[in-house]
Nanobody
């Protein structure tokens, strides 16, 4: 089992920056791929970014590429999402996800473990 706890959400102005963190626990080894998804009210959960076990392989949704950066610190078992120049349309609950496989993927079905989510609100 892997437990995931997100932190760092809150209110941010458009054009500012915010960093989300997700700490993993419950296994002696690090999870494999880890990712961030988000869900806005009335919408389906959508992919934001994912990272492989080594940290060198990352993928992004087109809507955030060039603005958001995903990274991980395996010594701390933590994955981060640096949100630069956020827009009001980035407002959502952000969820951390993890799986034992190592190659990053962009679909919810590829992730076994999920956090509870952290709210991010971007004001205009």
């Amino acid at each position: 089992q892997v437990q995931l706890v997100e932190s760092g959400g809150g209110l941010v102005q458009a054009g500012g920056s915010l960093r989300l963190s997700c700490a993993a626990s419950g296994r002696s080894n690090n999870p494999g791929r880890m990712a961030w998804f988000r869900q806005a009210p009335g919408k389906e959960r959508e992919f934001v970014a994912a990272i492989g076990w080594s940290g060198s392989n990352t993928i992004y949704a087109r809507s955030v590429k060039g603005r958001f950066i995903i990274s991980r610190d395996n010594a701390k078992k933590t994955v981060y999402l640096q949100m630069n120049s956020p827009k009001p349309e980035d407002t959502a609950v952000y969820y951390c996800a993890a799986d034992l496989a190592s190659v990053p993927k962009s679909t919810t079905a590829q992730y076994l473990y999920w956090g509870q989510g952290t709210q991010v609100t971007v004001s205009s």
